[in-house]
T-cell receptor, first 116, second 112 residues
């Protein structure tokens, strides 16, 4: 899947800071970060819909998203914790005006974070 | 709030046998229902979606009917293949929620 690219694909960290990057080439107007822990469904962390940020309030404040333009998405992680070990997926979709949520999500291949 | 419940996994089948993965949902809205499939090392990808009640969706031999009365959306396939081994997620999306609600996922393993 080259329509949504994520980097890095794998990272192993101690208590460090790191940024994940995502770029979508689909012309979509909404981008997402999902966290998927082992044997769990994807869990939404953040949504940028028409550049408006919607945050899942359960996400720790050490995760900071950034959307520099409509095709790029970053996730800054400071002082990672072992519970942050997971695969982080970027996704995008074309959303209707407002919050209608009936469109298809396209996922990237994920960035697997292992915290020592 | 909205919720999705699906067959607890894992499910192991032999090639050529039939598959049913149960999915039920709760919502006060008029949702679009989805089945996503996730292969190892990849992100989930859409299998198919059904936006309207009492309609059927299908793709690659998989199908599901949006049953509004029973609030169900069971996934079926008449004859599974080894290449169908993956995790299958039922999901719900509607205008009242800003996120897709995923079920817990069902791991399917098909033995040759």
């Amino acid at each position: 899947n080259t329509k949504i690219t994520q980097s890095p694909r794998y990272l192993i960290l101690g208590r460090a800071n790191k940024s994940l990057e995502c770029e979508q080439h689909l012309g979509h107007n909404a981008m997402y970060w999902y966290k998927q822990s082992a044997e769990k469904p994807p869990e939404l962390m953040f949504l940028y819909n028409l550049k408006q940020l919607i945050r899942n309030e359960t996400v720790p404040s050490r995760f900071i998203p950034e959307c520099p333009d409509s095709s790029k998405l970053l996730l800054h992680i400071s002082a990672v914790d072992p519970e942050d070990s997971a695969v982080y997926f970027c996704a995008s979709s074309q959303r209707d005006w407002g919050v209608a949520n009936t469109g298809q999500l396209y996922f990237g291949e994920g960035s697997k974070l292992t915290v020592l | 709030g909205d919720s999705v419940t699906q067959t607890e996994g894992p499910v192991t089948l032999s090639e050529g046998t039939s598959l049913t993965v149960n999915c039920s949902y709760e919502t006060k809205q008029y949702p679009t229902l989805f089945w996503y499939v996730q292969y190892p090392g990849e992100g989930p990808q859409l299998l198919f979606k059904v936006p309207k009640a009492n309609e059927k969706g299908s793709n690659r031999g998989f199908e599901a009917t949006y049953n509004k009365e029973a609030t169900s959306f069971h996934l079926q396939k008449a004859s599974v293949q080894e290449s169908d081994s993956a995790v299958y997620y039922c999901a719900l999306g509607d205008s009242g929620s800003w996120q897709l609600i995923f079920g817990s996922g069902t791991q399917l393993t098909v033995m040759p």
